[in-house]
Nanobody, 122 residues
């Protein structure tokens, strides 16, 4: 069992930056892949970025490429999402999740955090 806790959300102006954190407890990320998803009001939850814990392979949805960077800290068992050049359309609740393999599909993620709100004002 893996417990995930997100933090770092908040209110920021367009063009600004935020760094989200996803800390795991209960067991380490081990061979899991960790993904960030987001859900805006009235919209489906969508994949944003992911990282394979072993080897560090990263992958992104096209809309955030060049602006968001996902990284991991093995010692802290934590995954980060650095978000730069934020846009109002990035406003959503952001969730981290863990999957036994690299995937962008929501249904393949077994463990989820509670989410953290990101609001980008224009």
């Amino acid at each position: 069992q893996v417990q995930l806790v997100e933090s770092g959300g908040g209110l920021v102006q367009a063009g600004g930056s935020l760094r989200l954190s996803c800390a795991a407890s209960g067991r380490t990320f081990g061979n899991y892949a960790v993904g960030w998803f987001r859900q805006a009001p009235g919209k489906e939850r969508e994949f944003v970025a992911g990282v394979r814990w072993t080897g560090g392979l990263t992958y992104y949805v096209d809309s955030v490429k060049g602006r968001f960077t996902i990284s991991r800290d093995n010692a802290k068992n934590t995954v980060y999402l650095q978000m730069n050049s934020l846009k109002p359309e990035d406003t959503a609740v952001y969730y981290c999740a863990a999957s036994p393999y690299v995937t962008m599909l929501l249904r393949d993620y077994l463990y989820w955090g509670q989410g953290t709100q990101v609001t980008v004002s224009s």
